[in-house]
Nanobody, 119 residues
Framework: QVQLVESGGGLVQPGGSLRLSCAASGIMVSRYVMGWYRQAPGIKRELVAVISGDGFTNYADSVKGRFTISRDNAKNTVDLQMNSLKPEDTANYYC?????????????WGQGTQVTVSS
């Protein structure tokens, strides 16, 4: 059974930093594409950053240069370092992985961690 558990959210002032962590069980994060998504009230969930098993990364334009996704294979976690935070980064942040098993797409989400950027 795959489980993803996010942590590290909180309240931070504009310009501040937070580091989110996604602890995975049931899979090895080094072998799968892992992503961070976010969803603000009334807005569709959007991809923030993704890291492949080969270590390739991709970011939403809105966070490029400010956020960094990384993987700790020893801890089996995927982290999201968020710097220069803006009020518009306020959202619930979710960890995700999905992969095909035969003809079935398996899609797993964590419960989310709230990030609030406000003075």
């Amino acid at each position: 059974q795959v489980q993803l558990v996010e942590s590290g959210g909180g309240l931070v002032q504009p310009g501040g930093s937070l580091r989110l962590s996604c602890a995975a069980s049931g899979i090895m994060v080094s072998r799968y594409v892992m992503g961070w998504y976010r969803q603000a009230p009334g807005i569709k969930r959007e991809l923030v950053a993704v890291i492949s098993g080969d270590g390739f990364t991709n970011y939403a334009d809105s966070v490029k240069g400010r956020f960094t996704i990384s993987r700790d294979n020893a801890k089996n976690t995927v982290d999201l370092q968020m710097n220069s935070l803006k009020p518009e980064d306020t959202a619930n942040y979710y960890c995700n992985t999905n992969y095909w098993r035969g003809r079935t797409l398996l899609d797993y989400w964590g419960q989310g961690t709230q990030v609030t950027v406000s003075s």
